[in-house]
């Protein structure tokens, strides 16, 4: 498969997974809003942080290293020791489920039952659903491998539509079932997730002719069930140097778990702040991050699988295909450039607007006091975080072994964003050097377009000032109107500067077409 035709599927797999987290995060922030009117902060407190940080936690320890390692180089590998150490998630998600259930049981402060009830059902629920999800983990690697992307949507849309309905109807109907309510919901989504996935490979597997079609490695249901004497190529269970792969990255992940899901760690394990205030905190950070998980999220996790398939690990770039390399430069400087943009309009216009959309979405609890303040530095935030996630991408899906292992890569996470930024800069720049290619360029804009911002954001903090949020709703439809129009001239010099970036989302970035490889 050429490189031209990978970036057209990691394209289409971005574009699609960008449209999903659109639907999600509008069914969210809905969603929550009305759980606000039934239910407690503190029980919203206890979801949302508490038990959606077990949740994440046992999923991140036990697959996030596997997936990365074994989305490198899908076309070369045995794929019958691909699927046997994939495995290997459900044992150690067993393992992170029951260590993690007791420590959140046994050595967290407990909630008042009459506030918060059925704490320990939640916590016994929601490790069972991480370990259900990890059930399903062979078959996503291999949906992701081959850019299945209807697939890809109808799953998680799917889980995710009926998660929401089930949750808001028990809570209308029955809100005093606390966190039975949030358990049946997520264990819903998770059963229904892994189906999708296991009934659609059944399908496809059980049909000689379409398994053809699809150029799948794999014959029968049978091929992705781990077996130890199944491998064609030799005799080991798994491939030992993707093992060593994944053990590299399960390092550098436990770190960056750790700096990812700091604030949580910090409020579960040193009571910080009372289960009613996280809560409110939890709100106005899903807030803050809705534009980087709304965008930046599944463009990083296409592109890595576009960077993983086109370039080689344990290559310089001079030593590789001349043209997969210029694509993957061109691609890198497109992304650098759209994540450059997206943050500082994030960044620029999200500082003069972060009170009046707490006030719309939350009332006076949420627009007064520290949340606006705390939204503003997420804005700041997401623009360390849009640049971050693209270098990193293509850093993970470039680095030998011994690169992933580096003591250098390891501290810039433990540091802060802006360092490991800088590390993966240096990594594409040194990575690059002997090539003609400059992908790093993305990375500048246009003295207009820089004026612009600058001059938007002025504008903008002076109409909040004058105009939001104590002077009624005409004076906050005139704050409002005043944004879009300063927005309308940003992206229109942006527009009109960064024909390249334009030329690269209009040719790559457009809408899936539904006649894709997975109807």
Not at 299 to 322: G, H, P
């Amino acid at each position: 498969m050429g490189s031209r035709e990978v970036l057209g599927q990691a394209a289409r797999l971005a574009s699609s997974g960008l449209l999903l987290q659109m639907l999600f995060r509008l069914i969210t922030f809905v969603l929550n809003a009305f759980v606000l009117r039934f239910l407690s902060k503190e029980i919203v407190g206890i979801v949302n942080v508490r038990l959606t940080l077990l949740y994440s936690t046992t999923l991140f320890l036990a697959r996030e290293a596997f997936r990365r390692a074994c989305l490198s180089g899908a076309a070369k590998r045995d794929w019958s020791q691909t699927v046997s150490l994939l495995w290997l998630t459900v044992p150690l998600g067993v393992f992170w489920s029951l260590f993690l259930g007791w420590v959140w049981l046994q050595l967290l402060e407990v909630p008042d039952p009459h506030v918060v009830p059925h704490y320990g059902t939640g916590v016994v629920v929601f490790g069972f659903s991480a370990v259900v999800e990890l059930l399903g983990e062979p078959f996503w690697v291999l949906a992701q491998a081959h850019m299945f992307v209807r697939l890809k949507v109808i799953a998680e849309s799917l889980s995710v539509i009926l998660k929401s309905v089930l949750t808001a109807l028990l809570v209308l109907w029955l809100p005093h079932w606390g966190l039975y309510i949030f358990s049946l919901a997520q264990l819903s989504y998770t059963t229904v997730l892994v189906l999708c996935y296991v009934i659609y490979f059944a399908k496809v597997l059980g049909s000689p002719e379409s398994a053809k079609q699809q150029a799948l490695p794999v014959s029968s249901m049978t091929d992705l069930l781990p077996s130890m004497t199944r491998s064609r190529v030799s005799n080991a269970f798994v491939n030992w140097e993707e093992a060593k792969l994944t053990w590299s990255f399960f390092k550098q992940s436990f770190l960056k778990q750790i700096l990812t899901e700091g604030e949580r760690y910090v409020m579960t394990f040193l009571n910080v702040l009372n289960f009613g205030d996280q809560g409110v905190y939890d709100i106005v950070n899903n807030l803050g991050s809705l534009v980087a998980r709304l965008i930046f999220q599944p463009i990083e996790e296409s592109f890595y699988i576009f960077f993983a398939k086109v370039l080689e690990r344990e290559k310089d770039a001079t030593l590789q295909k001349q043209e997969d390399v210029a694509v993957a430069a061109a691609v890198l400087e497109s992304l650098l450039k759209l994540a450059l943009l997206t943050g500082l309009t994030i960044t620029v216009f999200g500082f003069a607007y972060s009170q009046l959309v707490l006030d719309i979405y939350g009332g006076a609890m949420l627009s007064s006091g520290s949340g606006p303040v705390l939204l503003r530095a997420y804005c700041l935030y997401v623009l360390l975080l849009a640049i971050n996630g693209v270098t990193e991408c293509f850093t993970f899906a470039a680095m030998s072994k011994e690169e992933v292992d580096s003591v250098g890569f390891i501290l810039a996470n433990c540091f802060n964003m802006g360092i490991r930024i800088t590390q993966s800069l240096y990594f594409i720049h040194r990575y690059y050097q002997k090539s003609p290619h400059r992908p790093l360029a993305g990375l500048f804009l246009s003295p207009v377009l820089l004026g612009t911002f600058a001059l938007s954001g002025g504008i903008t903090a002076i109409s909040e000032v004058f105009l939001c949020c104590e002077w009624g709703w005409l004076a906050r439809l005139a704050h409002v109107a005043v944004g879009a129009l300063c927005l309308g001239v940003t992206l229109g010099t942006a527009f009109l500067t960064e024909t390249k970036l334009i030329h690269f989302l209009r040719t790559q970035l457009g809408v899936p077409r539904l006649a894709d490889k997975t109807t």
